[in-house]
């Protein structure tokens, strides 16, 4: 199955962590599969509207995650779910990313905890 990945300028999350965010679900799901080859980078580029640095900044966070990893020969290819950070660490990640956000933003922890836990009860029980 390709890889489907959209971006929207207008929802205030950055471009690159819209694509790497949704390639992640998509491993996550299996819609990804072991081995499966993302595109190039200049299509894929190309394909959303977006710098090929963009593309190239996603790519390599993702296999600094241990989601990918890239050769020559081989392109960019999904790695096997043991060479992958466990759930606990991928926790620990997006916390301190939102807790940095939250530091930018000037906002009382106690807000950003209650916002954190209304934004978790908006998610459906099936992508939690």
Known sequence: MPLRV????????APWRQVHDQIVRAIGTGALPVDARLPPIRQLARDLGLASG??????????????????????????SSAERPDRASLLRDAAAEYAQRVRELGVDPEEAVDAARAALSDVPQDQQ
């Open 6 to 13: 959209t971006v929207d300028a207008d929802n205030g999350i």
């Open 54 to 79: 963009t593309i190239a900044r996603v790519y390599r966070e993702l296999e600094a995650a241990g989601w990918v990893t890239t050769a020559r020969a081989k392109g960019t290819v999904v790695t």
